[in-house]
């Protein structure tokens, strides 16, 4: 009988030493706050769409307060690179550059959390919040002569061929012409995350925007412009917890 009660004594033990030990692994990799940064591409970028920044902070188990800003440089569907004589490249009847700098609030919420160091960890994330769209004139680079050039705005009433063009201005050139337009954006993703330490993270995250000004953005004036811009985005990203 003793021993019965022997067994009985050390199965509880046990017990209890395998539920203080798996309470502490998940202590180990709860979080409360975490700072992430990435890269996305977007229907509506080139190789790179834009950059983004969120901070989380968690209000209730598994549920996060997001702020975030994300900055992205939007491309008309009808944008073509051109080659010229030289080597050089510039887009064919593109004015205007949009540039979008979103500010982004919203809810994230843990669907399912990985296992201490292995799994995925998989998120929904929801936000909305205000855009300030730059529209930016974009510059060409226009032979006068066999030794000169200069910088212009492309203006379609006067740029009404190719010939004198021999490629594109300086990076970010016109910025400070910029004319502000605002508008608002809508953003759902689903994000995987991957990683085996508590303090970093890494992943992706996949999901759509909607992004809508109060007029129409007009980047190619020969083309049908818009004011509401939907695109489909992944954005690569890693980041820091605590």
């Known amino acids: 009988m003793e021993k019965f009660k022997y067994v009985g004594l050390v199965t509880l033990l046990f017990t209890l030493y395998s539920q203080l030990s ?68 510039f887009i064919w009847g593109k004015q205007n550059y949009l540039y979008t700098v979103r500010l982004q609030y919203g809810r994230e919420k843990i669907l399912f959390k990985k296992a201490p160091q292995q799994g995925v960890q998989i998120n929904a994330h929801l936000t909305l919040g205000p855009t300030i769209g730059l529209v930016t004139p974009y510059y ?63 992943g992706f995250e996949v999901g759509f925007m909607l992004e809508a000004f109060t007029e129409e953005i007009v980047i190619v004036p020969q083309a049908d412009n818009r004011a509401i811009f939907p695109s489909a985005f992944i954005t690569l990203f890693y980041g820091s917890r605590k």
Do not use: C, M
């Not at 700072?35 to 598994?62: A, C, D, P, Q, Y």
């Not at 010939?163 to 993703?189: C, H, M, W, Y």
């Open 140 to 202: 060409i680079s226009e032979a006068l002569g066999p030794f000169e050039s200069r910088s212009v705005p492309f203006d379609p009433d006067v740029h009404v061929n190719q010939r004198n063009i021999i490629g594109t201005g300086r990076l970010f050139q016109g910025l400070g012409e910029a004319d502000v337009k605002i508008g608002a954006n809508l953003k759902s993703a689903l994000i995987f995350e991957f990683g085996t330490f508590k303090r970093n993270v890494t």
């Open 22 to 89: 798996s309470a502490q692994i998940k202590q180990e990799y709860d979080y409360t706050s975490e700072v992430i940064w990435g890269i996305s591409k977007n229907t509506n970028g080139g190789l790179i769409g834009g950059f983004i920044l969120k901070h989380g902070r968690e209000i209730n188990n598994g549920l996060f307060e997001i702020f975030g800003v994300e900055l992205s440089n939007v491309k008309h569907p009808k944008e073509q690179r051109t080659q010229t004589a030289n080597g050089s490249t």
